[in-house]
Nanobody, 123 residues
Framework: VQLQASGGGLVQAGGSLRLSCVAS????????MGWFRQAPGKEREFVAS????????SYADSVKGRFTISRDNAKNTVNLQMNSLNVEDTAVYYCGTHEQTEVFTTEYSYRYWGQGTLVTVSS
């Protein structure tokens, strides 16, 4: 399984970015997906996850109401729309997937990871 994340960049506080992650190597629509992030000097933390069908989602409290996770199973893609960005959102963002259909919020539940894409929010 290979995951390729993209869409990161530099944005001013209050701005928006859309991250995408393209998966290959297995039937994408059978498995849940998630986004995590790691800020400098901090551990990787959960951001959002989505079930295989896309009907169930989960968000970290810190991004709830600002970020939206979605997926397009026909395009093997999971997206993370990030609005109202603030400096605390600066991190490398990773997409991941696991072996189940459900939503998982813990890092150890994920088996496959993309390479990460850097999001920098300036004040």
């Amino acid at each position: 399984v290979q995951l390729q994340a993209s869409g990161g960049g530099l944005v001013q506080a209050g701005g928006s970015l859309r991250l995408s992650c393209v998966a290959s190597g297995r039937t994408f629509g059978n498995y849940g997906m998630g986004w995590f992030r790691q800020a400098p000097g901090k551990e990787r933390e959960f951001v959002a996850s989505i079930s295989a069908s896309g009907r169930t989602t989960s968000y970290a409290d810190s991004v709830k109401g600002r970020f939206t996770i979605s997926r397009d199973n026909a395009k093997n893609t999971v997206n993370l729309q990030m609005n109202s960005l603030n400096v605390e959102d600066t991190a490398v963002y990773y997409c991941g997937t696991h072996e189940q259909t459900e939503v998982f919020t813990t890092e150890y539940s994920y088996r496959y990871w993309g390479q990460g894409t850097l999001v920098t929010v300036s004040s």
